[in-house]
């Protein structure tokens, strides 16, 4: 009887470990994927960067912290205690846990096989491990690290370390295991109830977390899409609905206007009331840019305090001066913010697709030069990059470029 006992105990918990461990492996794989395709482009010259800077000089980088930030927002409902990025020689060039920034790794086994690029994982129980944001956390940690290429290339390979809590399964698992040795001890023959309650248990754990994953995903995807403070599409979903509207304007002898817009001395308003304020202010000009579109044109966030309008299907492209216009006069109306009336204005740069260019990033670049010369020439004003004498002769506030 104590054989078996302890045959079954020790088979069951044997294997329920290395099914956890496998499913954490996983289920940090994805974590890492993920990280790799919302996160990783925006930051993996920062992360190149990293490599050559010491502890003190990555405990105050704003590229670090703001690195943190993104990646503490992508697994805010993830069981993840910590995220680490080192160098394959062991130096930490990034660490959720701010104090440990800078710091080297021992080079376990494990670390060394992640480095040579292959994953490994490893369950541990700790005492006072520091968390997120300095945190202090005691329980069941899965520590998986992961190699990665930021940026692409083999030369290049990082390896991420990523400590989950596992607790809570641990735990489980520890507890089937006694209910199984203690049903073993009554009868051999309720042994395939319980094991089958067991893994079922384990399932709808494991469900659950991919649940969580999969919704975080989905939420990053249109993280992705959108600029995450005025909810405009960025640049990427710009240029691509600029590529596929020149597809279809080719042949159908339309145009395409890029109309570039920066707002005048936002560096000053910055200064003045904070960038709190500011960013409300960007937030509320998007708002006017967005509603002032019509269906099938897209306002989009570019960077900063500049935005791009692509206006799609005219069929006249001397239509554009009176959008201008329109678009100059919704930006000069005050701002109100916080009991704040904000004034602003803008310069705007025109260009016509196909008369300036013939791909949407020379449309673009096109029309951010004549953004720059209505800037130069006193702002809150457009300018077209190039137009036909007979247009420029009726607008007094239209240059060539």
């Not at 199984?180 to 067991?198: E, R, S």
């Amino acid at each position: 009887m104590i054989f078996v006992m302890t045959l079954v105990g020790g088979s069951f918990r044997y294997f329920s470990f290395a099914a956890l461990t496998e499913h954490e492996s996983r289920a940090n794989h994805h974590i890492l994927q993920l990280i790799n395709k919302s996160i990783a482009p925006e930051h993996k010259d920062f992360i190149h960067a990293a490599a050559k800077m010491n502890g003190s000089e990555l405990a105050q980088s704003v590229e670090n912290k703001r690195l943190r930030m993104d990646i503490k927002n992508l697994i805010s409902d993830l069981n993840i205690i910590n995220i680490k990025i080192y160098t394959t020689d062991g130096n930490s060039i990034f660490s959720s846990a701010t104090k440990k920034v800078g710091e080297p790794i021992e080079r376990s086994k494990n670390f060394i096989m992640a480095a040579a690029g292959k994953s490994a994982s490893e369950l541990a129980d700790v005492n006072q491990l520091i968390a997120f944001d300095g945190g202090q956390f005691s329980g069941s940690v899965m520590t998986t690290y992961l190699p990665i290429n930021f940026d692409g290339t083999a030369t290049d390979r990082t390896v991420v370390e990523i400590q989950s809590n596992v607790t809570a399964l641990t735990e489980a698992i520890i507890a089937s295991q006694w209910k199984i040795l203690l049903t073993t001890a009554i009868t051999l023959g309720f042994i395939n109830f319980f094991l089958f309650f067991v893994i079922k248990y384990a399932d709808i754990l494991r469900f659950d977390q991919e649940e969580k994953l999969q919704k975080n995903i989905e939420k990053m995807g249109s993280l992705q899409i959108k600029d995450s403070l005025t909810g405009l599409p960025n640049r990427t979903v710009l240029m691509d609905r600029m590529k596929q509207a020149i597809a279809r304007t080719s042949w159908h002898n339309r145009f395409i206007a890029v109309v570039s817009i920066d707002l005048d001395h936002f560096s000053a308003l910055n200064e003045t009331y904070g960038r709190m304020t500011g960013d409300e202010v960007l937030e509320k000009i998007a708002k006017r840019l967005n509603k002032s579109m019509r269906d099938g044109d897209t306002a989009a966030r570019h960077e900063k305090d500049k935005f791009i309008l692509f206006l799609n299907d005219m069929a006249n492209p001397a239509d554009i001066t009176f959008v201008a216009e329109k678009i100059l006069k919704q930006i000069r109306q005050p701002v109100e913010v916080s009991g704040n009336s904000i004034e602003t204005t803008a310069s705007l740069g025109i260009a016509i697709f196909p008369t300036d260019g013939k791909d949407p990033n020379n449309v673009l670049n096109k029309a951010e030069e004549a953004m720059y010369i209505a800037k130069a020439d006193g702002r809150d004003r457009y300018c077209h990059y190039s137009i036909s004498d007979e247009l420029m002769s009726k607008s007094g506030q239209t240059k060539k470029a």
